[in-house]
């Protein structure tokens, strides 16, 4: 096998990865007492199976409208009486979602060591603008990357060839980071170096592309750049 060169920038996804999608599950916990995390999971996954729907059917919808259909799916479906004013109150959540406590440690780290950074997500520009800015991240991110404008959610190529277009370098040489399994996978499968953060101990994907790395949170990315 071909000897990847070193990574030369990173770029990370944002949910699950920088912002913790299930922190919503307090504020669920809060309006469905016994039912919050469930809620949260079965939200999650919704909304990731309806970016593959969108994109597979060419019906494009913004991830903020999908998140939306989400909650609503997913509340229905267990029973689950949604307010509007409790469906506000969880979607403002989602717009401040709960951020890593190792983010800002590995991101000065990266900076301190000059390398370029980013964020390429399925989120929309709105979205991520607010999640960054509420996470202090703002200075400390050198793009901020949407697949918005491809009207493709990943793990589609071309929303993984938005990162290559932006930092101008060969996919190889940027690390893709990311705690989805399935979003390194697919970003492997497009050509990044990727690693992914497995904070659940969850098993490989059984499609026969492991990532390139792997830990157990975004504390490892710095081990690939030694200062």
Known sequence: MEKRPAPR?????????LFDVYSVGLTAEQLFP?????????????????????SMSGTYQPFWELTRAALQFSAEAMGLLLTPEGEE???????????????????????????????????DPDML????????LSDLLDHVLSVHDTRR??????????????LQLPARD?????????DAIGATWFGYTTLWVNRTGAPL???????????????EVLALFPA
């Open 129 to 136: 603008a607010i999640a960054v800015r509420s996470a202090g």
């Open 89 to 123: 109150r969880l979607m403002n959540q989602y717009r401040h979602l709960s951020a890593f406590p190792e983010n800002r440690e590995v991101l000065q780290g990266l900076k301190a060591r000059g390398i370029p950074t980013g964020i390429l997500s399925n989120g």
């Open 34 to 54: 016994g039912a919050g995390d469930r809620l949260a999971r079965a939200w999650r996954d919704k909304q990731i199976e309806y970016t593959r729907l969108v």
């Open 153 to 166: 959610f990943k793990t589609d190529p071309a929303a993984y060839q938005i990162g290559v277009d932006a």
């Open 205 to 219: 994907e059984r499609l026969g592309t492991p990532p390139d790395h792997q830990g157990a949170t975004l504390r």
């Open 174 to 182: 940027i690390l893709f980071v990311s705690s989805n399994g399935w």
């Open 9 to 17: 920038a990173v770029l990370f996804d944002a949910y699950g990865t």
